[in-house]
């Protein structure tokens, strides 16, 4: 059974830091692609940050030069270090593993919340 599991979500006051993790297990094979996906209330899911296995990363234009996305390959793991906060990156946060778009699996989400 294939499960990904994210943790670090929670409060942040504007321009504060959160570092969101997230651990695959049950896979024989990494991923080729990983990312991170936020969905904000009343909007679609869209991208925030994904990283291939080569370490090629592709960010979103609305946090660009503000997160970090990185990957271990060995430990399975993706983290979204998270900067410079902002109240419209109030979302819940969703892990993503990618095969092929036959075969992508997510994470249960974690709720980033940024208030003063």
């Known amino acids: 059974q294939v499960q990904l599991v994210e943790s670090g979500g929670g409060l942040v006051q504007p321009g504060g830091s959160l570092r969101l993790s997230c651990a695959a297990s049950?896979?024989?094979?990494?991923?080729?692609?990983m990312g991170w996906y936020r969905q904000a209330p009343g909007k679609q899911r869209g991208l925030v940050a994904t990283i291939t296995s080569r370490s090629i990363t592709n960010y979103a234009d609305s946090v660009k030069g503000r997160f970090t996305i990185s990957r271990d390959n060995a430990k399975n793991t993706v983290d979204l270090e998270m900067n410079s906060l902002k109240p419209e990156d109030t979302a819940v946060y969703y892990c993503n593993g990618h095969y092929s778009p036959q075969s992508t699996f997510w994470g249960q989400g974690t709720q980033v919340t940024v208030s003063s």
């Open positions: 049950g896979i024989i094979f990494r991923f080729s692609v």
